[in-house]
């Protein structure tokens, strides 16, 4: 998501403000020269999600760790390429969401299925994978919601914005469920919208805890499994989805709502600062 640099703030974490946003923004120019078309990198980005999870399916030797990383940090940039290209080139389009976002769905499957499967109880990891996969799409949920309600709010826009209900089958779940646990109206979009100059306010308290968030993103993860890789026991990045991602949405959710519950207070008179 890309925030006006007119705001004194910004959201975006700093694995992504210096290095993959850089990596794309480099790549981007050629792929416009070469009239690449973005549903073509939105598939070679999912081609690295493969190759990245063929790389972890031998995750007990460090050499393919390093590769099957440097493999998803290939997928990311192509994932923010993707996007930039079709805007640059007009070829924008629900097609090219429907690419965008089956590949970004399929590319952690293409990554953890394998690590499962390598364990002599694979079976029984499988499980494990794919109940972690399930947390996983929740916590994604509510992390692009609570990003999206920033980036709203920062435009001035004080009632939720439902994506609409198109695409893939997995897209509409996924707008269904971050509809219902992220992107709803809150009592500090009446605040906001009743006193506008508490905004500025809003953004600054807002943005570091969302910023915050990051170990629920993909490159959160992305940056969890090769450490558990090498710690020797890949099947803790599941547990860390599970109990260690859970716990950690809780608490961020209760700061983000203590932090708006501050700015409501601030704009009835209660509090002078927040």
Not at 77 to 106: E, I, K, P
Not at 125 to 152: I, S
Request: positive net charge.
């Amino acid at each position: 998501m890309k925030v006006s640099t007119a705001l004194p703030v910004h959201i975006h974490d700093l694995t992504n403000r210096l290095v993959i946003h850089r990596l794309s923004a480099a790549v981007l120019p050629f792929a416009v020269r070469s009239r690449i078309h973005p549903n073509v990198v939105s598939l070679t980005g999912l081609g690295f999600a493969v190759a990245s999870g063929t790389a972890y399916y031998h995750w007990r030797e460090p050499q393919f760790v390093a590769l099957g990383f440097l493999l998803m940090i290939a997928w990311h940039v192509c994932d923010g390429l993707d996007g930039q290209l079709a805007r640059a080139t007009g070829r924008a389009s629900a097609l090219g969401r429907l690419v965008d976002g089956v590949c970004d769905y399929l590319a952690f499957f293409a990554v953890l299925i394998p690590v499962a499967i390598s364990f002599p109880d694979w079976g029984d990891k499988l499980a494990l994978c794919l109940t972690a996969g399930a947390a996983h799409a929740v916590q994604a949920a509510w992390y692009e919601g609570e990003r999206e309600a920033w980036n709203r709010r920062a435009r001035g826009v004080f009632v939720a914005e439902p994506r609409p209900a198109t695409g893939s089958w997995l897209e509409v779940g996924h707008n269904a469920l971050e509809r219902m646990i992220g992107t709803r109206t809150r009592p500090v979009d009446l605040a906001l919208s009743r006193q506008p100059e508490l905004r500025t306010r809003y953004l600054a308290v807002a943005a570091p805890r969302v910023r915050a968030l990051m170990p629920i993103s993909a490159n959160g993860r992305t940056l969890a499994l090769p450490l558990f890789c090498l710690m020797g026991h890949a099947e803790w990045f599941w547990y860390w989805e599970l109990i260690g991602l859970n716990l950690f949405a809780v608490v961020m959710a209760v700061i983000l709502r203590r932090g708006e519950a501050r700015i409501v207070a601030a704009s009835d008179g209660v509090l002078d600062s927040a």
